[in-house]
């Protein structure tokens, strides 16, 4: 069993920045893949990054790339989302999701374990 508690959400103005984080419970968090997703009301939950059990491969939706960074520390059994020029579009609800396996996921129903979700608002 997994427990996983995002942080770091909250009010931000377009182009500005905020970091995610996905504190998880467990020893063996390096086996497990990570996700971030996202849903805005009214509409269906969205894949955002994934990152392999190592950090060494990940994988982004459109929308974000070149803009979020997905990281892992896996001494601290932590995944981060760090967010950069945010826009209004962003905004939704974020959670962070974990799989027994070691490549990135982008599949919702993939995944086995999920967050509480966090809050962000971006402001126009």
């Known amino acids: 069993q997994v427990q996983l508690v995002e942080s770091g959400g909250g009010l931000v103005q377009a182009g500005g920045s905020l970091r995610l984080s996905c504190a998880a419970s467990?020893?063996?968090?390096?086996?497990?893949?990570m996700g971030w997703f996202r849903q805005a009301p009214g509409k269906e939950r969205d894949f955002v990054a994934s990152?392999?059990?190592?950090?060494?491969?990940?994988r982004y939706a459109d929308s974000v790339k070149d803009r979020f960074t997905i990281s892992r520390d896996n001494t601290k059994n932590t995944v981060y989302l760090q967010m950069n020029s945010l826009k209004p579009e962003d905004t939704a609800v974020y959670y962070c999701?974990?799989?027994?396996?070691?490549?990135?996921?982008?599949?919702?129903?993939?995944?086995?374990?999920w967050g509480q979700g966090t809050q962000v608002t971006v402001s126009s």
């Open positions: 990152i392999s059990g190592s950090g060494a491969s990940t």
């Open positions: 467990g020893r063996t968090f390096s086996l497990y893949a």
């Open positions: 999701a974990a799989r027994h396996t070691l490549v990135p996921l982008t599949n919702t129903r993939v995944y086995d374990y």
